[in-house]
């Protein structure tokens, strides 16, 4: 007798949670994620069909294989896996689970997927971040992300967290993070739970371009046209020939 597992007809799509690295297209017109494990070779959009990693033409996910998209139940597991060394750079997703899935007793594996919010940690300097900037590393044709604040921006390849959502598409939001900090801008551009207006590191995605989202985009330029400015001074020290004038 073959056993077949309990089917599930939600009223509305189940939430996961998962990490990821944000990309950016070589071409700098698309936005994306990679995975940290199976699959991350194959970047993939705010909304996206999985796909046997494996090449086999059955649709994933299948009982009988591991592809399939990957998410657990519980936040703070996901969050757990941010503190290795090696994903200390990902971001945390927040999606929900569509199509067909199966279910396990800590997450899920499932056929189709929305990223709903994606969540930055700080800066590598310990700042909350104010932009998404080049990693380092990349896949072919993707440049892979890390979140920055706008001292630490430089002449890297930059987004700001709204121009990252707005290149994802889908109603995306980004929400910036850091120790003991957590905000969130809506729409209206206030930050939720505070009454007031969010500073610009506290950068969502909204239809339009509000206050907090200008503030950022100012801020990275000036950080751009501070590190342009000391290159300037530097190459203005030395005389013809790369000597310096006294």
Do not use: N
């Not at 994620?33 to 796909?51: K, M, R």
């Not at 090696?86 to 499932?110: M, N, P, Q």
Request: charged letters at 20%; one cysteine or more.
């Amino acid at each position: 007798m073959r056993l077949r597992l309990p089917e599930e007809r939600p009223t509305e799509p189940p939430t996961g949670f998962k990490i990821a690295h944000p990309v950016l297209s070589q071409d700098g017109t698309r936005a994306g994620f990679t995975g940290v494990s199976l699959g991350g070779a194959l970047p993939y959009g705010v909304v996206a069909d999985a796909s046997c990693v494996y090449g086999l033409r059955h649709r994933a996910p299948h009982r009988r294989c591991d592809c399939g998209f990957h998410c657990v139940h519980d936040r703070t597991a996901a969050e757990a896996l941010l503190c290795t060394a090696e994903h200390r750079a990902a971001v945390l997703l927040e999606v929900s689970v569509l199509g067909y899935y199966i279910r396990f007793e800590r997450g899920f594996r499932y056929a189709r997927q929305r990223v709903r919010t994606a969540t930055l940690g700080p800066c590598a300097c310990g700042t909350v971040a104010a932009a998404l900037a080049d990693a380092g590393w990349g896949r072919p044709g993707w440049c892979a992300l890390a979140a920055a604040c706008a001292g630490c921006v430089r002449g890297r390849t930059s987004l700001s967290l709204a121009a990252f959502a707005r290149l994802a598409g889908d109603g995306l939001r980004v929400v910036a993070s850091g120790a003991g900090l957590r905000s969130v801008v809506g729409a209206d551009g206030l930050r939720a739970g505070t009454g007031g207006r969010a500073p610009a590191a506290d950068l969502a995605a909204p239809d339009g371009l509000g206050v907090p989202e200008l503030a950022a985009e100012a801020a990275l330029l000036q950080a751009r046209l501070d590190w342009f400015q000391t290159q300037l001074a530097r190459l203005g020290e030395g005389g013809p020939g790369g000597e310096r004038r006294g």
